[in-house]
């Protein structure tokens, strides 16, 4: 049987709290709090003077008569664009497997993939080695600058639109990843690898049109993605307070304008709007790394003082644990004492539910009566009152659970061995909230004194029709010689 006092052995838990909650309570800041104050007003100032600015540049450009560079400087950029776009896709990468973000795994494999159709680009136009192309499949150079060009441009702007569309996916799926990881890696290698197996079988074009208005119109076709791109990175509105985001705005547009400003007008190889695009190439690569390095910076930082805090929120509760723990045994110790109490009281004490059955017996009250804690189980108070006084202590037990006052009473038990035991004492309710739950009695044994206050009483009734019967006069008095009793 359960004892009075015993603790539920089941503990507390500070389950519920989120990580910023937890956070909060070390002092330290939120994800949101970490993520930067509202820059969009110089933000946005900033990509209307790029815009202006390569708008502008583009004008007085397309009147460079003169310029002229050649293969060397043309080599060099490129040479240049292609191990940026392998730094971003790589750096790209380690921010996606920091925090898993589809867009990240997106932008890492579009780099990559654009680096090596760079390279692509890179060899097939250094001279010598586009000389002995020219011998050996006879192809225009005009062609294979305007193809290996064009091609890891597409390539790059379609996976940067679609990572604006899985994040899209993701908000209205409400998942992390709303694209599975190992079909953006087998993608990004199938278009890599048809990119450069296409020149098997097709011959490439020079995409340039001179009788338009516009020499190179194939070139709207990466400036219309990476347009859409910015619009859609813009309307989304994190670049107000992510710097990787906003650094990827500045990319976007640039490349954007490269193609739809610069290059789609370009007339010749080496002319001053060819240059100035693949300057721009380099420009925008080098922005997207920036934004990449303060995400991962930004990240690590966060990282950091997330951990800190929750060193200092560990720290925190394993002293409210100690304290906790402390406070438990303080209490296991203070209801053994009070078991301890109860157990050697000489009182009988009793807990019983509402309906008679027992919850609690001291050590008294086992001894009295004598029966044990198997027999208990299986009965009820009402089982052991004497017949004839079960229904006055029925009362009483459900007067005091309806809220009545304690009072003294008397009852009368039966014994384990068919003794009756008279015992005296009070009862009262145990009530959680409005409700009562059961009722705890101290009783004492006071058969020997009920037995005892019976026989002098039957002595004295003895006595008193003796003297009352007797044929002699019988009489006493005071000292004062005053009569106080006679028969």
Same mark, same amino acid.
């Given at each position: %049987?359960?004892?009075?006092?015993?603790?539920?052995?089941?503990?507390?838990?500070?389950?519920?709290? #989120?990580?910023?909650?937890?956070?909060?309570?070390?002092?330290?800041?939120?994800?949101?709090?970490?993520? =930067?104050?509202?820059? =969009?007003?110089?933000?946005?100032?900033?990509?209307?003077?790029?815009?202006?600015?390569?708008?502008?540049?583009?004008?007085?450009?397309?009147?460079?008569?003169?310029?002229?560079?050649?293969?060397?400087?043309?080599?060099? %950029?490129? #040479? $240049?664009?292609?191990?940026?776009?392998?730094?971003?896709?790589?750096? @790209?990468?380690?921010?996606?497997?920091?925090?898993?973000? *589809?867009?990240?795994?997106?932008? =890492?494999?579009?780099?990559?993939?654009?680096?090596?159709?760079?390279?692509?680009?890179? $060899?097939?136009?250094?001279?010598?080695?586009?000389?002995?192309?020219?011998?050996?499949?006879?192809?225009?150079?005009?062609?294979?600058?305007?193809?290996?060009?064009?091609?890891?441009?597409?390539?790059?702007?379609?996976?940067?639109?679609? /990572?604006?569309?899985?994040?899209?996916?993701?908000?209205?799926?409400?998942?992390?990843?709303?694209?599975?990881?190992?079909?953006?890696?087998?993608?990004?290698?199938?278009?890599?690898?048809? !990119?450069?197996?296409?020149?098997?079988? *097709?011959?490439?074009?020079?995409?340039?049109?001179?009788?338009?208005?516009?020499?190179?119109?194939?070139?709207?076709?990466?400036?219309?993605?990476?347009?859409? @791109?910015?619009?859609?990175?813009?309307?989304?509105?994190?670049?107000?307070?992510?710097?990787?985001?906003?650094?990827?705005?500045? &990319?976007?547009?640039?490349?954007?304008?490269?193609? =739809?400003?610069?290059?789609?007008?370009?007339?010749?190889?080496?002319?001053?709007?060819?240059?100035?695009?693949?300057?721009?190439?380099?420009?925008?690569?080098? @922005?997207?790394?920036?934004?990449?390095? /303060? /995400?991962?910076?930004?990240?690590?930082?966060?990282?950091?003082?997330?951990?800190?805090?929750?060193?200092?929120?560990?720290?925190?509760?394993?002293?409210?644990?100690?304290?906790?723990?402390? #406070?438990?045994? @303080?209490?296991?110790?203070?209801?053994?004492?009070?078991?301890?109490?109860?157990?050697?009281?000489?009182?009988?004490?009793?807990?019983?539910?509402?309906?008679?059955?027992?919850?609690?017996?001291?050590?008294?009250?086992?001894?009295?009566?004598?029966?044990?804690?198997?027999?208990?189980?299986?009965?009820?108070?009402?089982?052991?009152?004497?017949?004839?006084?079960?229904?006055?202590?029925?009362?009483?037990?459900?007067?005091?659970?309806?809220?009545?006052?304690?009072?003294?009473?008397? $009852?009368?038990?039966?014994?384990?061995?068919?003794?009756?035991?008279?015992? /005296?004492? &009070?009862?009262?309710?145990?009530?959680?909230?409005?409700?009562?739950?059961?009722?705890?009695?101290?009783?004492?044994? *006071?058969?020997?004194?009920?037995?005892?206050?019976?026989?002098?009483?039957?002595?004295?009734?003895?006595?008193?029709?003796?003297?009352? !019967?007797?044929?002699?006069?019988?009489?006493? $008095?005071?000292?004062?010689?005053?009569?106080?009793?006679?028969?």
């Amino acid at each position: %049987m359960p004892e009075p006092g015993e603790l539920n052995s089941g503990t507390d838990t500070l389950d519920g709290r #989120t990580a910023n909650e937890f956070i909060e309570l070390a002092g330290g800041s939120t994800e949101d709090e970490l993520a =930067g104050p509202d820059r =969009g007003l110089e933000h946005s100032a900033l990509y209307a003077v790029i815009f202006l600015v390569l708008v502008g540049g583009a004008m007085l450009l397309s009147n460079n008569l003169v310029w002229g560079s050649g293969p060397a400087l043309h080599t060099m %950029m490129e #040479t $240049v664009g292609t191990l940026l776009a392998f730094l971003v896709g790589a750096l @790209a990468l380690v921010r996606y497997y920091s925090r898993k973000q *589809v867009t990240f795994l997106l932008i =890492g494999c579009g780099f990559l993939g654009a680096a090596i159709l760079d390279l692509n680009h890179v $060899v097939s136009t250094i001279p010598v080695l586009l000389e002995a192309s020219l011998i050996a499949d006879g192809v225009e150079p005009a062609a294979m600058y305007a193809w290996t060009w064009t091609a890891g441009r597409v390539y790059l702007s379609l996976f940067l639109f679609v /990572s604006l569309l899985s994040w899209r996916q993701e908000v209205r799926e409400g998942r992390t990843e709303a694209i599975p990881e190992m079909s953006v890696y087998g993608t990004a290698l199938l278009l890599t690898v048809s !990119n450069l197996l296409f020149f098997q079988f *097709v011959e490439p074009a020079t995409f340039q049109s001179p009788n338009w208005v516009v020499n190179r119109p194939a070139e709207f076709i990466p400036g219309i993605f990476f347009a859409l @791109a910015f619009i859609g990175y813009y309307r989304k509105g994190s670049w107000r307070r992510d710097q990787f985001e906003h650094w990827m705005l500045v &990319s976007l547009l640039i490349g954007a304008l490269a193609h =739809g400003a610069f290059m789609a007008f370009s007339e010749q190889r080496w002319d001053a709007m060819f240059d100035a695009a693949h300057l721009l190439k380099i420009l925008s690569y080098t @922005a997207i790394l920036t934004g990449l390095l /303060s /995400s991962v910076y930004e990240t690590f930082t966060r990282e950091a003082r997330v951990l800190e805090a929750l060193t200092r929120s560990n720290d925190a509760l394993a002293r409210e644990v100690d304290f906790r723990s402390k #406070t438990e045994q @303080a209490v296991k110790e203070s209801s053994e004492r009070l078991q301890r109490f109860l157990d050697n009281a000489n009182d009988l004490i009793q807990s019983v539910g509402p309906g008679g059955r027992f919850l609690y017996v001291n050590t008294s009250w086992k001894q009295v009566l004598g029966y044990t804690d198997d027999q208990l189980d299986a009965m009820r108070v009402f089982d052991i009152v004497r017949p004839e006084h079960r229904a006055q202590f029925e009362a009483e037990l459900n007067r005091v659970l309806e809220g009545g006052e304690p009072r003294r009473y008397n $009852v009368e038990y039966l014994a384990a061995d068919g003794r009756v035991v008279i015992l /005296s004492g &009070s009862t009262q309710a145990q009530f959680v909230g409005d409700k009562a739950v059961a009722t705890q009695s101290i009783l004492r044994d *006071v058969t020997e004194q009920r037995l005892a206050e019976r026989r002098l009483d039957e002595s004295q009734r003895n006595l008193e029709a003796l003297v009352e !019967n007797t044929g002699d006069s019988i009489w006493s $008095v005071d000292r004062q010689h005053r009569l106080i009793t006679l028969n």
